[in-house]
């Protein structure tokens, strides 16, 4: 089993910067690919970014390239979202997930295990 916890959420002035941490109970989180999903209100959840188990693969959203990297410290057990240049489509709940297995995929099917979200507000 995995628990994730979404951390660092909060209100922003757009082309402000913030970062997310999911930090992740479990000895098997670092075999885990792991994701950032977003969701705005009245929309579906999507896809934000994603990273492999090792942190050599990584994949991100078109709207968000350039802009957000994903890391993880699995010494720590914990995956970052820095974001930066951020603008007021940005505004979600952002959450954690982790794979059942070591690479990724952009689908929330992909993921077996999530988080309870993050809150970011971008205003203009």
């Known amino acids: 089993q995995v628990q994730l916890v979404e951390s660092g959420g909060g209100l922003v002035q757009a082309g402000g910067s913030l970062r997310l941490s999911c930090a992740a109970s479990?000895?098997?989180?670092?075999?885990?690919?792991t994701a950032w999903f977003r969701q705005a209100p009245g929309k579906e959840r999507e896809f934000v970014t994603a990273?492999?188990?090792?942190?050599?693969?990584?994949s991100y959203a078109d709207s968000v390239k350039g802009r957000f990297t994903i890391s993880r410290d699995n010494a720590k057990n914990t995956v970052y979202l820095q974001m930066n240049f951020l603008k007021p489509e940005d505004t979600a709940v952002y959450y954690c997930?982790?794979?059942?297995?070591?690479?990724?995929?952009?689908?929330?099917?992909?993921?077996?295990?999530w988080g309870q979200g993050t809150q970011v507000t971008v205003s203009s």
């Open positions: 990273i492999s188990w090792s942190g050599i693969s990584t």
């Open positions: 479990g000895r098997t989180f670092g075999t885990r690919g």
């Open positions: 997930a982790a794979s059942s297995i070591r690479g990724y995929g952009s689908s929330r099917y992909d993921y077996d295990y």
